[in-house]
């Protein structure tokens, strides 16, 4: 039979034991204590109210590295006393983002004791796992870091739509963010295409087949004109700047999109997907890989590299995932008004229904009616 506080030893001795200057036992009896309390059998109201006493003195006393234990084991325990939790919130540090994170019901006692130090507790509150739609709207809205990563490592939440595209747009300029919601296994590959160039090469591979689902039923205009020609001659008399800035003006990139990942090491990957945009074929890409930059034409690894990840990705998805990556529209998309959309392509708008039942148009025209003849 599992021990109850009943079954334990008197411990009031060592109490008095722990008042003295060259013996601290303080730590011992309260983790020993919450251990036996944890275990026991029957925890009626006597129990409750015995520990609840002696925790009670020996939480403000510990030091933090006790009290975030104590905090770990009582936070999910839904007997534990809730004046221990708010004296463990009030702790500050990790013993509180452990009550905040983990306690079954957060009552505004424990909140308000969180918070007496003046904390930001966001993050804390943001590993819970039962955080309201709402709520996690508003955390979101807030635009923090610590709470961004907190979510990105939450399993219990359901990241998706809006929410979960206002996190992967900060991810973009966020590595550590993005390397969050890249673990997320759940998470649709569509959906984290803008984080491709800070995925693992499994990442990326899955990435590019969504991207290219979709691509593939929209329209690829033709490649640039005699682009091979062009950025070779440029990579060939070493001029960088001419070289990004004919990129830039045959596929109407923004300005300087190249410094839209915060990784200057990923800033040739993304060359490398502009590249397959433009319609260059291998050979060129790699004249341009030996001689646009001498850094990486010295290193046989990046080389071979950057030439696997331009046969990887096809000239149809790389363009989406430019886009992606970018937080572009192609000039192409932007369609004149009243030019012919199919109704099934990616971006086509869906005709809407009217809202009311008569003003629906009739499915024919009504018959001309007879009148019916009286003997």
């Not at 008004?337 to 629906?360: C, F, I, K, L």
Request: proline share 8%; aromatic share 4%.
């Amino acid at each position: 039979m599992s021990p109850s506080l009943d079954d334990a030893p008197d411990l009031s001795g060592l109490i008095e034991l722990s008042r003295l200057d060259n013996l601290d036992l303080k730590p011992v009896i309260l983790r020993v204590q919450t251990d036996l309390f944890l275990s026991a059998s029957v925890r009626d109201r006597k129990t409750v109210s015995a520990f609840a006493s002696l925790a009670g003195g020996l939480i403000p006393i510990v030091d933090d590295e006790t009290a975030e234990i104590v905090a770990r084991k009582l936070a999910p325990f839904p007997d534990t006393p809730p004046a221990l939790l708010a004296a463990l919130a009030a702790r500050g540090g990790a013993a509180r983002d452990a009550i905040l994170a983990q306690a079954p019901i957060l009552t505004q006692t424990v909140i308000d004791a969180a918070l007496s130090d003046g904390s930001d507790v966001g993050a804390a509150l943001a590993s819970r796992p039962d955080l309201s739609r709402s709520t996690l709207a508003e955390m979101i809205a807030r635009d923090d870091s610590a709470i961004d990563r907190a979510l990105a490592e939450n399993p219990a939440l359901n990241l998706q739509g809006e929410m979960l595209a206002r996190l992967v747009a900060r991810a973009r300029r966020t590595p550590d963010l993005a390397q969050r919601l890249l673990a997320r296994p759940e998470l649709a590959h569509g959906d984290v295409a803008p984080l491709f160039l800070m995925a693992d090469e499994t990442r990326r591979e899955a990435i590019g087949h969504a991207i290219l689902a979709t691509a593939a039923l929209r329209a690829m205009p033709a490649a640039p004109r005699e682009a091979g020609a062009v950025l070779t001659g440029f990579s060939a008399r070493g001029d960088v700047a001419g070289f990004v800035a004919a990129l830039t003006e045959m596929l109407g990139l923004p300005k300087g999109f190249l410094a839209a990942t915060p990784d200057p090491s990923l800033r040739y990957e993304l060359l490398t997907v502009a590249l397959r945009a433009a319609g260059l074929h291998e050979e060129e890409a790699v004249y341009i890989f030996l001689t646009l930059n001498e850094g990486v034409a010295r290193s046989v690894d990046r080389v071979f590299d950057l030439v696997k990840l331009f046969r990887t990705v096809p000239r149809a998805g790389a363009r989406d995932l430019l886009a992606a990556i970018l937080d572009w529209t192609p000039q192409d998309r932007a369609a004149a008004a009243g030019a012919h959309q199919p109704y099934h392509a990616p971006d086509s708008a869906r005709p809407r229904m009217p809202a009311v039942a008569s003003e629906r148009p009739p499915l024919r025209p009504p018959l001309p009616s007879r009148l019916r003849q009286t003997s």
